[in-house]
């Protein structure tokens, strides 16, 4: 890996998971015997690739957040903690403040993905040995037909091989991210997700090919699904 400077692994954690249903967020939501959040912090100090991390959660829960989290874990990769605003997009600058100076590369990963391997980041940070390329996004090609509707009438089927499903990291240049979220902030422009921020200002991404499995805790359902993946991994070691 050819690349210069430093990797922050910047964990979003700030929020309420109302469609989870458990007060409080879901970050903290126990699988397999530990926080949800737990299994995501591990995964990303057990990545030889990442050299820092900052977790963003509110800013009045971060003891508890620590607590919780870090229970039983000796996490060798040092952790900084932001306070998270009241949009992702906000809860990404937050996090972006506190990345070290050294860094160059950094990715930007939903707390509620307990999934995520090491192996992905680290061939999906490997992307940044092209010079031209100024973000990455995880994910997988799109495996359902997709409709495009009014209400709920179909307009059009569009063609699905050149549709991707987003998940996260999500990788960017270090400078690349302050400059679009610069750019956003002045042009008043929200994106749904990191890599919008950086498309809007006219970077250069590309997707990442990583496990299905990756998925992002949404309902209280998905619990089981995390436990069978982690009790799948367990056994193959």
């Known amino acids: ?4 400077g430093e990797v922050c692994a910047i964990i979003l954690a700030g929020g309420s998971g109302e469609r989870f249903g458990r007060t409080g967020g879901k970050q903290l939501a126990v699988a397999s015997g530990r926080p949800i959040l737990s299994w995501t912090l ?7 690739a990442v050299d820092s991390i900052v977790l963003v959660c509110p800013g009045d829960r971060q003891t508890e957040y620590a607590e919780a989290a870090l229970e039983g874990l000796d996490l060798k990769t040092p952790i900084a903690y932001a306070t998270s605003g009241s949009t992702r997009q906000a809860s990404m600058a937050s996090g ?8 160059s590369i950094v990715a930007v990963h939903d707390g509620a993905r307990p ?3 090491p192996e992905t980041v680290v061939r999906a940070i490997a ?7 100024d973000g990455v996004v995880v994910g997988h090609p799109s495996y359902d037909t997709l409709k495009m509707v009014d209400g709920t009438r179909v307009i059009e089927t569009p063609d699905r091989s050149r549709f991707w499903q987003a998940q996260t990291p999500q990788i960017f240049r270090r400078t690349v991210l302050e400059g ?3 750019k956003a902030t002045a042009d008043g422009y929200l994106g749904t997700d990191d890599s919008a921020i950086v498309e809007h200002a006219g970077g250069r991404v590309v997707m990442f090919d990583a496990p299905r499995e990756n ?3 949404t309902v209280a359902e998905d619990i089981a699904y995390v436990e069978a993946a982690l009790r799948c991994r367990s056994e193959e070691r």
């Open 127 to 133: 992307l940044f040995d092209d010079e031209a390329v």
């Open 96 to 103: 972006l403040e506190l990345v070290p100076e050294r860094t």
């Open 180 to 182: 679009a979220l610069a």
């Open 42 to 48: 591990e995964a990303f100090d057990r990545c030889e």
């Open 115 to 117: 999934l995520i391997a």
């Open 215 to 217: 998925i992002k805790v």
């Open 1 to 4: 890996m050819h690349r210069t």
